[in-house]
Structure formats: C-alpha cells, structure tokens
C-alpha cells in the first residue's frame, strides 16, 4: 500500500512548472537523460542523441540541478532549441512512432 506524501505544484519565477513531492522538488519543463555529464534536457528536446534516451522514458530534473546547470552554467540546451538538433530529434520520434 502506498503512503500518501505531500505533493506541491507551483510555477517558478521563470513561470515553470515546479513538483514537490516528498520533499524533493522537480522542474517539470526538465528531464534527466543516462549521460554521465550535461544530462539536463529541456523539454523541448525531448530526445538525447548522444546515449539514445527519451524524455517520457526518463525522470524530470531536480529543481537545484536545473537552477545550477542550466542557469548558472548557461543554458546548455537551451541554445539547441531553435536549431537543427530539435529537428532530428522530432523526426527520429516521428519514426520511431511509425515503426
Ligand atoms: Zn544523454
């Protein structure tokens, strides 16, 4: 049987989307792929080319993690969002759909 936990949802200053559960909390608009370093995804990259990882196969990043990475050690991934990489992510899904 599962014991209830403390669940919070609230949106950071970034207006993302924030989940507390068990004292631990996540950026929803994250994701954690296997690589051993620059593992933090946006959302918007749903796909890790580099160890092959999908964001609905994988769990959202930490809030800290994100906070540190992503902003203070400027926005990895976030500079491939408009870019070609996006576009082969969404294809390489397209077609892992369709097979
Ligand atoms: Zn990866």
Request: charged share 35%; hydrophobic share 25%; net charge negative.
């Amino acid at each position: 049987m599962e014991i209830e936990q403390s669940y919070d949802l609230r949106l950071n200053k970034y207006g993302e989307r924030i989940e507390t559960v068990g004292g631990v909390s996540l950026n929803l608009e994250y994701w954690d792929c296997d690589c051993e370093e620059n593992y933090i995804h946006s959302s918007k990259i749903p796909y890790c080319k580099i160890c092959n990882t999908y964001e609905d196969d994988s769990p959202n990043s930490r809030m800290d993690e994100v906070e540190w990475h992503i902003r203070e050690n400027g926005d990895e991934y976030d500079r491939f969002a408009e870019t070609e990489f996006v576009k082969e992510c969404f294809e390489r899904i397209m077609k892992n759909d369709s097979d």
